[in-house]
């Protein structure tokens, strides 16, 4: 009898791997019906059903599905969901890889419909329907990725267009200014006193626009990874005090009271000058920029002692009471191109970029950087620091050398002039030419002209000895480049006139390359728009 009953289970459940009874009122689950080859440790265990069935869909089933178990799994639901119908199917995929279907049929009910009992069994999935089920979950998978890959897109577009309408205005605004002052400047050519401060003030926005320009391009550094540290030997006091000099004259014009307070050794330290000195004149901009008239900003300087591996520790703080930050937008601060939506900063002008390129530059230098704000209040930021300390006692003795050669070096360049010199420039830009040659002639020089690299090689070639003092290299260039032009006249077979001083001279601002234009066989570098007083600091070093 008991044979026949097995068999009779076995027919009916033959659909099924694993069956059990569930009493919704004792909240119990107990096993019915296995598979004999099936391992039930893929499955629930027997007991207080609740529990069992949360730690179920926490353990086994994908997080996509988990939930949606539990909820239809619950006493309450089945309750809910089997009063109206017999049973119901839920199909998931558990984390062994497996997709189960699980069915919930209620087995018995009072008079008054409410339900007691319900068998909740494993369905066997044959393989095309387990093979659509996981079809159709990859494909979900699929398309929220694309949705992800889209809403990506959408953000980077949105971010784009915020960028190009700031950077539209930010542009506009100093080229705006400059057309405007040309035009005075024509029309009161005969007032020299009017034309000199308007062309002040075309200088200023001339420096505006590069900070711009610079500020996109440091953007574009950190992004692809190419910011490296050049570390060398400065005193602690040396770089706050340019900085100061720096910012006085921007708080001065506001008419703000400008506090530095020191607290520190003047300590000799090995640092990137360049990137600490924008890292703080970044935040002591933004302090003068949105703190009013007659305000007060404060630049405190704090030693912190020795931090890891033996270095010198310091904290910067600058401190304002400006218009300060609505706290909502703090979390977002950091974010490239992002500015507060407010009026009263809406006229300054700015692209957002600033904070961005600080804290980028903080992170490479192996800093932090905390903002504590107050809306109309101000704002507080805190800077820590640190520095290799400058060892004395392996690089002093060079120290004495470095500084007599560096006084003697300079005492002779300072005695030179630029007459009797002459200089070959290269340059396929007719305006680059001209200011270069007038400006070079205006201090006793001779220029002779090159528009590609190739004219400037066959010059070369059929000079004489001595015959140019140095050479002005533009890079991009027709017909052959400055780099390739430099290659050429190095591989000159008379060895004097190939080793000609060339001055590299470019708009290509990136580390990458000046590296590229010293490899080539430049003797120096300068970026474009070129700033005269290193030009001539250059052409007297190479001329030594």
């Keep these: ?68 178990f539990e909820r239809r799994g619950a006493i309450d639901n089945l309750r809910r969901e089997l009063k109206e119908k017999i049973s119901f199917k839920f199909s998931f995929a558990g984390y062994d890889g497996k997709v189960r279907t699980v069915e919930y049929r209620r087995v018995e009910a009072l008079d008054n419909d409410d339900i007691r009992k319900v068998l909740m069994s494993f369905c066997r999935l044959e393989d095309d329907r387990a093979s659509a089920f996981k079809l159709k979950k990859e494909r979900q998978k699929h398309r929220d990725l694309l949705e992800e890959e889209l809403n990506k897109i959408k953000e980077i577009s949105q971010s784009k267009s915020r960028f190009l309408s700031n950077m539209s205005h930010d542009l506009r605004t100093p080229i705006s200014s400059m057309m405007g002052y040309i035009n005075l400047a024509n029309m009161h050519l005969d007032n020299r006193e009017l034309v000199e401060d308007y062309l002040k003030k075309i200088n200023t926005n001339c420096d505006q626009l590069l900070g711009i ?162 809306k109309y209040e101000g704002t507080k930021v805190v800077i820590d620091l640190s520095f290799k300390p400058f060892r004395q006692d392996i690089l002093a003795k060079y120290e004495d050398f470095n500084i007599r050669n560096l006084r003697r070096a300079e005492d002779i360049a300072n005695q030179r002039t630029f007459n009797k010199k002459r200089f070959l420039i290269v340059d396929d830009n007719e305006a680059n030419l001209e200011i270069l040659s007038t400006f070079l002639q205006d201090l006793g020089a001779t220029i002779d002209i090159a528009t590609n690299g190739m004219d400037a090689i066959k010059i070369i070639s059929d000079s004489d000895i001595y015959q140019y003092n140095a050479v002005l290299m533009d890079i991009k260039m027709p017909i052959l480049d400055g780099d390739e032009a430099t290659r050429e006249i190095r591989k000159l077979d008379n060895r004097t006139i190939a080793s000609i001083p060339i001055i590299g001279i470019s708009a290509n601002v990136y580390p990458m390359d000046k590296e590229r234009a010293m490899d080539a066989g430049m003797d120096a570098y300068i970026v474009k728009p070129v700033n005269v007083d290193e030009l001539l600091r250059v052409l007297k070093d190479i001329m030594l």
Excluded: W
């Design 213 to 374: 320009i610079d500020d996109v391009l440091s953007i574009s550094q950190i992004e692809s990874g190419r910011v490296t540290v050049d570390e060398q030997k400065f005193s602690i006091n040396e770089v706050v005090d340019e900085i100061v000099a720096l910012i006085t004259p921007l708080a001065n014009k506001k008419e703000q009271e400008l506090i530095v307070e020191k607290s520190y050794e003047n300590d000799e330290v090995l640092m990137d000058k360049i990137k600490v000195e924008k890292i703080l004149i970044n935040v002591l901009n933004n302090a003068i920029k949105y703190t009013h008239r007659c305000g007060k900003i404060i630049f405190r300087i704090l030693a912190k002692g020795d931090v890891a591996d033996g270095n010198l520790g310091y904290r910067f703080e600058i401190e304002d009471n400006g218009v300060g930050i609505d706290k909502s937008f703090l979390e977002r601060i950091f974010e490239p191109f992002e500015r507060e939506n407010d009026r009263e900063i809406a006229q300054i002008q700015g692209t957002g970029l600033g904070l961005s390129i600080t804290k980028e530059i903080i992170k490479v230098l192996d800093g932090k950087i905390d903002i504590q704000s107050v």
């Design 1 to 68: 009898m008991k044979e026949y009953r097995k068999e009779i289970v076995n027919a009916i459940f033959t659909n099924y791997i694993v069956v059990y009874e569930i009493d919704l009122d004792k909240d119990l689950i107990s096993l019915v019906y296995k598979d004999e080859g099936e391992d039930l440790s893929n499955f629930l265990d027997e007991g207080r059903y609740s529990l069992i069935n949360s730690k179920y869909a926490i353990n086994q089933i994908e997080k996509e599905y988990s939930r949606e």
